[in-house]
């Protein structure tokens, strides 16, 4: 069954099949929905990532099949699958009714097994997790900040602007508003401080500059810019999301992108057209998969391990894409 992200994020309990594969670009929405199982989903919360289960899918095949002894409800949570999962979910047979699965995945394109299963099956439910609008951004700070004084359209825009319609990122920064102006009014100017315009600026200035392939600008903005490691995750997601754009246009007529970045969807920020733009010239689809790759496993070092210095692998990641950039 395929149901629409919105629908199931204002209702979870209408997915009434066992196993249910969420995915897509909007990292943020997928963490939403993990946290609206956890909270909403009465049971033992058992979670694996799709490497786990691969090595030892003995191990997960018991996990399902025993009872638990303190919790009647088991519901599992696994986290970047792939088409390589495929022929374990296939071999699933839930056989107690109080067991429920939910995978998450991220982009999964047209020609995956994975998706194309989920899709032509009446027994799973597959939900696609699309990049937000500006709207639905307004609507969730609207909500989130109702019982707050000072809400201007200013303000919110403000918030959508630092947030680059990164979902993950603007659940953060709510929460840090949220915190800040406890019991106060939302002040403009501090909430610009709050919000760490400056970092955020460089690093979107680094971004840009890996991206065009200039590698004296990289270097420069390397040496000099404040990068905040704890939002180490939300940079990666900035450079993942900013390449699944740019692949949407590798399939375009390169003597009409410049309509062809003024027609895709959502927008692209005013300010970050002339970028996207020189950008796409640059990327084709195998650069694109390859500077993916990378920073998948950019993220999973980062995920697994506490120790690495992840100042010197961001910068690494940020040379290797330039490096990209400019390459055949």
Known sequence: MIYKSYLVESNIDMLQNKIALFYGENIGLLDDFKSLIINKKKGEIIKFIQDDILQKPIHFENEITNISLFDQNKIFLISDVSDKILNIIQEIKIENNDVRIFLFAKVLEKKSKLRSHFEKSSNLDIIACYQDNELSLKNIIIKKLKNFKGVTQDVIKTIIDNCSNDRAKLNNELCKIRIFF???????????????????????????????????????????????????????????????????????????????????????????????????????????????????????????????????????????????????
């Open 182 to 328: 406890d019991k106060k009014n939302i002040n403009l100017e501090q909430l610009e401080e709050l919000l760490n315009l400056k970092q955020d600026d460089d690093f979107n200035s680094l971004k840009n500059s890996a991206l065009c392939g200039q590698k004296k600008k990289t270097n420069e903005i390397l040496s000099t810019s404040l990068i905040d490691l704890d939002k180490s995750i939300f940079y990666l997601t900035t450079l993942n999301q900013r390449l699944i754009r740019l692949k949407e246009l590798t399939e375009k007529d390169k003597n009409r992108l410049e309509s062809a970045v003024n027609e895709i969807k959502p927008p692209i920020f005013w300010k970050e057209r002339p970028f996207f733009l020189n950008q796409a010239k640059l990327w084709n689809a195998r650069k694109i998969n390859k500077a993916l790759d990378k920073i998948y496993h950019t993220e999973i070092k980062f995920k697994t391990n506490s120790n690495v210095n992840k100042s010197v692998i961001l910068k690494n990641l940020i040379v290797d894409i330039c490096n990209l950039a400019n390459a055949a």
